[in-house]
C-alpha cells in the first residue's frame, strides 16, 4: 500500500469518554483508572485497571462513519481488544471488529463500514496492560508515492521560560528528535484540496500517525512542522512538501 496518513478527523480525542464494562451491552461503571489518558497525546501514560470486560466507550456526538482505529500499547498482549459500534450507549450492533496480538507501539485497526456515535473498546480475553492512546478517523492515502527525508537532530542546552508569580519552567532540549520531509510532486487539484483538509484539521496541534507504507509502518507518532506549501508545476498540478516533527511522548 501508499503511504498513508492515520489523523483525527472526527474529533475523536476530544470526544466524551466513559468506562463500564461491555462483553454483550455496555454499562458505566468506575472500571478503569485515569481513562483520560486514551486521548490526552502522551504516549507513556497507560490506563489502569483494563481488565476482562472492562470497556472505554467514546461517544463522538452524532453517528460518524470511520475506518481505522490505532490504539498505542506500551507492552504487547495476546488478550484481543474488541471494538463494538452503536447508535446508543447500551446497545451494541451484531458488527464487531477484533485488534488480535498487539505488538509495542501504534496498532492499527480497519474499521467495518456504518454511521454510529458510539465506538466502545472491550478487553475481551483478559488485562489490557499498557493501552495508553486512542484516537479514530479516516485515513488520507497519499496521492503519489512521496521523496522522504528524514534527519535526526539534536541540540544542546536547557531553556528556561518565566510565568506571571515568578515561576519558571525549563525546557531539556538534550534529547534527539526526528524531522521528517515528504515531497509529493505532480498532484491534482483534488490531491490538492485533500491534503489541504488534513493540513488545516491537524494544524500544529494535533498529532496524527505517518505510516511509510500504509500497513505494516514504521508508524511514526508526529505534528506538523508549518503549514503546507505547494507550487504549481503545470496547470493544475502541484508539488508539495510536507514537514513534520517526530514526537517522544
Given at each position: 500500500?501508499?503511504?498513508?496518513?492515520?489523523?483525527?478527523?472526527?474529533?475523536?480525542r476530544s470526544a466524551t469518554l466513559t468506562d463500564g464494562t461491555g462483553a454483550s451491552s455496555f454499562s458505566s461503571s468506575d472500571s478503569l483508572t485515569n481513562e483520560e489518558r486514551a486521548t490526552d497525546g502522551d504516549i507513556t501514560q497507560t490506563i489502569g485497571s483494563?481488565?476482562?470486560?472492562?470497556?472505554?466507550q467514546f461517544n463522538l456526538g452524532?453517528?460518524?462513519?470511520?475506518?481505522?482505529?490505532?490504539?498505542?500499547?506500551?507492552?504487547?498482549?495476546?488478550?484481543?481488544?474488541?471494538?463494538?459500534?452503536?447508535?446508543?450507549?447500551?446497545?451494541y450492533h451484531s458488527v464487531s471488529n477484533t485488534l488480535a496480538d498487539a505488538v509495542v507501539g501504534w496498532n492499527i485497526k480497519?474499521?467495518?463500514?456504518g454511521t454510529y456515535q458510539y465506538r466502545t473498546f472491550v478487553a475481551t480475553q483478559g488485562t489490557l496492560d499498557g493501552v495508553s492512546e486512542i484516537f479514530m478517523g479516516n485515513a488520507l492515502t497519499l496521492p503519489?508515492?512521496?521523496?522522504?527525508?528524514?534527519?535526526?537532530?539534536?541540540?544542546?542546552?536547557t531553556e528556561e521560560v518565566k510565568a506571571h508569580g515568578a515561576n519558571r519552567y525549563y525546557i531539556s532540549k538534550h534529547d534527539n528528535y526526528k524531522i521528517l520531509t515528504l515531497s509529493l510532486d505532480h498532484m491534482t487539484t483534488a490531491n490538492k484540496t485533500s491534503m489541504l483538509t488534513f493540513s488545516n484539521t491537524v494544524t500544529d496541534r494535533e498529532p496524527f500517525i505517518y505510516s511509510e507504507d500504509g500497513t505494516t509502518g514504521p508508524y511514526h507518532w508526529v505534528r506538523l512542522v508549518r503549514p503546507l506549501t505547494f507550487r504549481m508545476v503545470a496547470p493544475n498540478i502541484y508539488s508539495c512538501q510536507v514537514v513534520m516533527r517526530e514526537l517522544t511522548s
Amino acid at each position: 500500500m501508499a503511504a498513508t496518513i492515520y489523523y483525527d478527523n472526527v474529533s475523536s480525542r476530544s470526544a466524551t469518554l466513559t468506562d463500564g464494562t461491555g462483553a454483550s451491552s455496555f454499562s458505566s461503571s468506575d472500571s478503569l483508572t485515569n481513562e483520560e489518558r486514551a486521548t490526552d497525546g502522551d504516549i507513556t501514560q497507560t490506563i489502569g485497571s483494563y481488565a476482562l470486560n472492562d470497556a472505554l466507550q467514546f461517544n463522538l456526538g452524532s453517528a460518524i462513519e470511520l475506518d481505522f482505529a490505532a490504539i498505542y500499547f506500551t507492552t504487547a498482549t495476546s488478550n484481543d481488544v474488541k471494538v463494538r459500534r452503536g447508535s446508543s450507549s447500551g446497545t451494541y450492533h451484531s458488527v464487531s471488529n477484533t485488534l488480535a496480538d498487539a505488538v509495542v507501539g501504534w496498532n492499527i485497526k480497519t474499521l467495518s463500514s456504518g454511521t454510529y456515535q458510539y465506538r466502545t473498546f472491550v478487553a475481551t480475553q483478559g488485562t489490557l496492560d499498557g493501552v495508553s492512546e486512542i484516537f479514530m478517523g479516516n485515513a488520507l492515502t497519499l496521492p503519489i508515492a512521496p521523496t522522504a527525508n528524514i534527519i535526526t537532530a539534536h541540540k544542546f542546552g536547557t531553556e528556561e521560560v518565566k510565568a506571571h508569580g515568578a515561576n519558571r519552567y525549563y525546557i531539556s532540549k538534550h534529547d534527539n528528535y526526528k524531522i521528517l520531509t515528504l515531497s509529493l510532486d505532480h498532484m491534482t487539484t483534488a490531491n490538492k484540496t485533500s491534503m489541504l483538509t488534513f493540513s488545516n484539521t491537524v494544524t500544529d496541534r494535533e498529532p496524527f500517525i505517518y505510516s511509510e507504507d500504509g500497513t505494516t509502518g514504521p508508524y511514526h507518532w508526529v505534528r506538523l512542522v508549518r503549514p503546507l506549501t505547494f507550487r504549481m508545476v503545470a496547470p493544475n498540478i502541484y508539488s508539495c512538501q510536507v514537514v513534520m516533527r517526530e514526537l517522544t511522548s
